[in-house]
């Protein structure tokens, strides 16, 4: 898009491009695809072994960019976390600490194990508060902590460990938004038992759905892949524990069908090595878009801390000032979608397609909720949109062009109540 396309016949700049458009699949991925189809073996084990290894092979790959031991292919990230949490020891009844910013899947991987949420707040950088954490860990009793770094914000590591440590937790990283992001140089799904990633279309590699674990510990490695489904094929996974780590578990892991499929593979292994120079082109688009919101007045973006190796698959923000409420953000938001920028607003009453908030989550109990003051401040006024890898520095301008008039349009609708 071109500067030329900004004006709209009725006045206003326009963003004429699709943020919710996919970034496309690789030629070479539809090439491995298609051959995989033309085989028509698409499941990933072959008693006959001729099949082709797609996602052993990914496993393998991605445990050595991760620098793991092992890795399980799952079908949704999803799945890798409740995979986790069962692998993990996770029985019903537990208790599970959860940061209360994050998306549906997460605590109903919780839900599904049979355990019981217990959510975290968060602060002002929408990371999970640290001394809410540290309450929480040592009021709850619980044993159990699935860290969410939602939409790739990521908390003090070091604070976050430490306060591990000191109550026994078990972390559980969600790091759907993180692949290939880190903090202070160790990537995130390296600090925990074990780290859970997504596939899904709007991730950092798309497969439509798709989900991986990994993890250095060998008897959840091995749990978690006859949790997946392996049968007793598990001998053909690569990235995977000795087989005598297997004999201590398969009579008693139940097989769950999560597994992932050789086809969702072959598209993923041709992005993987793309994965690096996706992240640095997101942070470029990231700095290009916020440099130019910067100066929109009733718009702060959340503070980068210097540790932390973000890859912003997109970009969320605060609507600020007082002056504006419920009826003004709804303004702002349907004018920037009336003018091409789609944004999720988290403050809307009720849950709009891919966004919820906790207490839309009603099946986890009133007491899940308890005293999180600064996360229903936070979401009330945070505003997300997706960055699709196309955008160009002309696109950026445009996007924060149009965010720019919305936003005086929703200050003329408060001037206009007075």
């Known amino acids: 898009m071109t500067s030329q396309d900004r004006q709209s016949e009725t006045g206003g ?33 072959g008693e006959d072994r001729n099949s082709i290894p797609e996602a052993a092979l990914l496993e393998q790959e991605f445990a050595g960019y991760m620098g793991s031991k092992y890795c399980v292919g799952l079908n949704s990230g999803g799945c890798a976390l409740f995979v986790a949490l069962k692998a993990a020891g996770v029985e019903p009844g537990d208790k599970v600490l959860v940061n209360a910013f994050t998306l549906a ?110 993890t250095d510990d060998e008897d959840l490695a091995a749990r978690a892949i006859l949790l997946s489904g392996s049968y007793m094929l598990y001998a053909q996974h690569r990235a995977r524990p000795p087989l005598e780590v297997f004999e201590r578990h398969h009579y008693t892991t139940p097989n769950c069908s999560m597994r992932m499929s050789g086809l969702v593979a072959a598209l993923l292994r041709t992005q993987l090595p793309l994965l690096d120079e996706r992240n640095a082109r997101w942070r470029q688009i990231y700095e290009v878009l916020a440099e130019n919101m910067a100066d929109i007045d009733g718009i702060t973006l959340p503070r980068r801390p210097e540790k932390e190796q973000f890859a912003p698959s997109s970009l969320q923000f605060s609507v600020t000032g007082s002056d504006l409420g419920d009826d003004e953000i709804a303004v702002f938001a349907a004018e920037a979608a009336a003018h091409g920028v789609h944004i999720k607003w988290f403050g809307a009453p009720d849950p709009v397609g891919f966004t919820s908030r906790h207490d839309h989550w009603r099946y986890l109990g009133a007491a899940a909720g308890n005293a999180l003051d600064n996360a229903d401040r936070v979401l009330h006024r945070l505003c997300d949109m997706r960055l699709p890898l196309w955008l160009d520095e002309d696109d950026c301008k445009t996007i924060a062009a149009v965010l720019r008039e919305a936003m005086a349009k929703a200050k003329a609708a408060v001037r206009q109540c007075a």
């Open 13 to 45: 700049t326009v963003f004429r491009g699709d943020l919710s458009a996919p970034d496309p699949i690789p030629e070479a991925g539809i090439e491995a695809a298609v051959k995989l189809l033309r085989d028509g073996r698409l499941f990933r084990y």
């Open 105 to 214: 899947p997460v605590p109903g991987s919780i839900a599904h194990a049979g355990a019981e949420a217990v959510l975290v707040d968060i602060d002002d950088r929408f990371v999970v508060d640290l001394d809410d954490l540290d309450r929480k860990a040592a009021e709850s009793g619980a044993r159990y902590f699935m860290l969410s770094y939602m939409r790739g914000h990521i908390p003090d590591m070091d604070a976050v460990m430490a306060i591990c440590a000191r109550h026994n937790l078990v972390l559980i990283e969600d790091c759907a938004h993180t692949m290939g992001a880190g903090w202070d140089g160790r990537l995130t799904g390296s600090f925990g038992r074990a780290g859970c990633f997504s596939t899904q279309t709007f991730k950092h590699i798309n497969s439509g759905e798709g989900g991986l674990i990994v």
